[in-house]
């Protein structure tokens, strides 16, 4: 997409996720703006979605939105496919993978987050991380592998071939375990009747006492009941010392035979925070001004996942899809406020509250800045209505999303063959009894 509009204010975004997204929406509307939109991928990844990929509930085309679609008649956005590896505060630029650089009047840093592993030996190299569509499609296809492999040589599962073990207790480790435990204990006895998946293991490590951590102690015991209901096992108060080819091994000095160790233990800000000539605060993440600019460059704005923005006493807001949206459209219309000079404010959170999913019918969900609580099937509704209004402002098809949840509130245990046939992603093959 090319913009005619050469003469105007030209802001150069790295990230189209919730914040870049949202951030070059609003400019596109302004007629004094040309947006460059610079994104590794060329797609918005949902990620609230991601486990529901992972665990075969949706196909990764229904999670990643094209940003020629999203974009889809604005001409103003310029769309630029490909990784910022360094960005130059002061002269508003970026430097792409292939050496050339593009300068901004202003420059808009959304880059999001990534995995933390935390220095644990092994993590980086065995861990299946949970933070992209390609991580997701990767913890499917080792689900398939190990379901295969096991119903080819059922001995298998004594060595651990059904052992599924995730690491964190948070949003994302009580969500991926909820899911996991439908597939293995639901789904698969219908595609492998032969599998006796009562073997089957599925073992959330948190070094936290509690799940759910920010959430309420109501909510804690009610994750954890629901989980263990579904056959989870929690080991919670230890934390994971190693992860192997084929083990992981605890603080408490156990160690769980393994191939799969799903990560939900931690995110630090992406790497062009580091790389921007920028000073670095919490989880790496780029400390903000109350408008959402980089203290020393009133001209740069970090936004969403990639930034610490300010709140009240509190030290920043979390990183949710509903703030890296918000505060995305905010930096756009602080840097609408500078061209038309009626100047700049600071950014206030409209607080949705915080919710998660944990399977059919039970979820929890604390609503609203004051955090009204509910769980089971309300809270189940909350999140579905949540998400379905983070996707449309992403500009994004709710078609994909509607049929998921008739499906998943009807008919529970259905998958569609192709959910569950294996796709090309590169994984190697296990290669059993030959490691440790
Ligand atoms: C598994 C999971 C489940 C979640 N569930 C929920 C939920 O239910 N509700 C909720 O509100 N939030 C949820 N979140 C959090 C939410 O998804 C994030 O807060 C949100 O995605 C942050 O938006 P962002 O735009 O800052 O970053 P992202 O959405 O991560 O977008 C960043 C973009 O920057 C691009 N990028 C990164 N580095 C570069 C580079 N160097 N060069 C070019 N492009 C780059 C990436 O490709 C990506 O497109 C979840 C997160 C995860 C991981």
Known sequence: MESNRSSSTHIVIVGGGFAGVACAKVLAEDSRTRVTLVDQNGYHQFQPLLYQVATAELAGRDMAFDHTEVFRGQ?????????????DADQRSVTLSDGGTITGDYLVLAAGAQPNFFHTPGAQEFAFPLYSLTDARRVRERVLQLFADASAKPELIDEGALNF?????????VEIAGALSELVYDVMPHRYPNLAVAGARIILV???????????????TYAATQLQQRGVELRLG???????????SLRDKTTIPTHLVIWGGGESASAIAGNAGIGQGRGGRI????????????NVFAVGDVANIPHGDERALPQLGSVAQQSGAWAAKNIIGDIGGTGRESFHYR????MAMIGRKAAV???????????????FASWLG?????????GAELRAFVAWAEEFYFRPHHRSAELLDPEQVELPRIHWGQSR
Do not use: C, M
Request: proline share 7%; hydrophobic share 40%; glycine share 10%.
């Open 206 to 220: 948190d070094l936290g006492r509690a799940l759910l951590a920010p959430f309420s102690d109501e909510s804690h």
């Open 165 to 173: 073990v995730i690491v964190g207790g948070g949003p994302t480790g």
């Open 287 to 298: 400390d903000v001004r109350p408008d959402l600019s980089v203290p020393g460059h009133p």
């Open 351 to 354: 607080d949705k509250g915080i």
């Open 75 to 87: 001409d103003a956005v310029t769309l630029v496919r490909s990784e910022v590896v360094a960005a």
């Open 365 to 379: 969900a604390e609503i609203g800045p004051h955090r009204h609580e509910l769980h089971g099937r309300l809270a």
């Open 238 to 248: 230890t934390a994971v010392t190693e992860v192997a080819r084929d083990h992981v």
């Open 386 to 394: 949540v998400h379905a209004e983070l996707l449309a402002n992403a």
